[in-house]
């Protein structure tokens, strides 16, 4: 090799060297799970706070840095006071392509001194904001909001938590339970008309439900309204392995069948569920079961 290619080839190596050397280490953003708390500002109360805010999306100085799944760490290049942000995030209809910032949850915030190589851990805790509504069904009280459909063979029972064959730690006193066999083998409800849903077009509705159960469930929307009544099935919560079954929480987005509907009417829940195919007995599981929306 002549002298006139090795000087462009050091030329190139101190070049890349200074570059690398000028580069500033990162900053660790540590973000552990969210905790859910109580607002003491609330207009209605929330009911038990359970939650499945699995996501954060997260801002430094206003700049979005991108959405993870909590715990995370996160290595980001800025240096000096910064304001991190984190908004609650959950999986819209239960599905995990659709990651979104929970509109009901307050976000949360900190002021830190960011400084190359080390770590900013942060502890997220949110609240439903204060001009949350709440329609909400916990099992708690005598009697319930939701009535088994004459049609329906099978039946919604309240039963106490802890004394009901599940021995995972649980949140309240009771829960709800339906029960199939091949001659019960099917449950039809709809929360009373009494106390019905004033959802409005356009705005954030979402049915928050937890669940654990070896059938399927269909939940959905009854719109009444004076040219009739519509039944809008929704989302289906798949059955579990009886083996590996567990409580679980969804967050079931109504926006779109609100935004469907006729504007001079209103809702209720509507629930259905028949023996899954090939199968002699299943077990549905239910308990704080919200809707939520402004």
Same mark, same amino acid.
């Given at each position: 090799?002549?002298?006139?290619?090795?000087?462009?080839?050091?030329?190139?190596?101190?070049?890349?060297s200074?570059c690398?050397?000028?580069?500033?280490?990162?900053?660790?953003?540590?973000?552990?799970?969210?905790?859910?708390?109580?607002?003491?500002?609330?207009?209605?109360?929330?009911?038990?706070?359970?939650?499945?805010?699995?996501d954060?999306?997260v801002?430094v100085?206003?700049e979005?840095?991108?959405?993870?799944?909590?715990?995370?760490?996160?290595?980001?290049?800025?240096?000096g006071?910064?304001i991190?942000?984190v908004y609650?995030?959950m999986?819209?209809?239960?599905?995990?392509?659709?990651?979104?910032?929970?509109?009901?949850?307050?976000?949360?915030?900190?002021?830190?001194?960011?400084? /190359?190589? =080390?770590?900013?851990?942060?502890?997220p805790?949110t609240?439903? @904001?204060?001009? +949350?509504?709440?329609?909400?069904? #916990?099992?708690?009280?005598?009697?319930?909001?939701?009535?088994d459909?004459?049609?329906?063979?099978?039946?919604l029972?309240?039963?106490?938590?802890?004394?009901?064959?599940?021995?995972?730690?649980?949140?309240?006193n009771?829960?709800?339970?339906i029960?199939?066999?091949e001659?019960?083998?099917?449950?039809?409800a709809?929360?009373?008309s009494?106390?019905?849903?004033?959802?409005?077009?356009?705005?954030?509705?979402?049915?928050?439900?937890?669940?654990h159960?070896?059938?399927?469930?269909?939940?959905g929307?009854?719109?009444v309204?004076p040219?009739?009544?519509?039944d809008?099935?929704n989302?289906?919560?798949?059955?579990?392995? /009886?083996? =590996?079954?567990?409580?679980?929480?969804?967050?079931?987005?109504? @926006?779109?069948? +609100?935004?469907?509907?006729?504007? #001079?009417?209103?809702?209720?829940?509507?629930?259905q569920?028949?023996?899954?195919?090939?199968d002699?007995t299943g077990?549905i599981n239910?308990?704080?079961?919200?809707?939520?929306?402004?």
């Amino acid at each position: 090799m002549t002298m006139k290619h090795i000087f462009p080839i050091l030329g190139l190596i101190f070049l890349v060297s200074s570059c690398i050397k000028n580069n500033p280490d990162p900053v660790w953003i540590k973000i552990n799970k969210w905790t859910l708390e109580a607002n003491p500002n609330a207009s209605e109360p929330a009911g038990e706070l359970t939650e499945n805010l699995s996501d954060a999306w997260v801002y430094v100085d206003n700049e979005f840095i991108g959405v993870f799944e909590l715990p995370c760490e996160i290595p980001v290049i800025y240096s000096g006071e910064k304001i991190i942000r984190v908004y609650p995030a959950m999986l819209d209809n239960g599905i995990s392509a659709t990651k979104k910032i929970y509109p009901f949850l307050d976000y949360y915030e900190i002021s830190d001194d960011m400084v /190359e190589n =080390e770590t900013v851990t942060i502890d997220p805790v949110t609240r439903y @904001k204060a001009n +949350v509504k709440f329609w909400i069904e #916990d099992f708690e009280n005598a009697g319930t909001k939701i009535e088994d459909d004459p049609t329906s063979t099978s039946s919604l029972e309240t039963v106490i938590a802890g004394g009901s064959g599940i021995e995972e730690p649980f949140n309240g006193n009771n829960f709800g339970r339906i029960t199939l066999d091949e001659t019960n083998n099917t449950w039809i409800a709809n929360s009373v008309s009494s106390d019905v849903l004033n959802l409005s077009i356009g705005s954030d509705a979402y049915l928050e439900i937890d669940y654990h159960n070896t059938n399927r469930l269909t939940t959905g929307l009854l719109s009444v309204s004076p040219s009739g009544t519509v039944d809008n099935p929704n989302i289906q919560l798949n059955p579990q392995e /009886e083996a =590996e079954v567990e409580w679980k929480k969804i967050y079931i987005n109504l @926006k779109e069948i +609100v935004g469907n509907s006729p504007t #001079d009417g209103y809702f209720q829940l509507s629930f259905q569920s028949l023996l899954d195919d090939e199968d002699t007995t299943g077990e549905i599981n239910i308990d704080n079961i919200k809707v939520v929306y402004y």
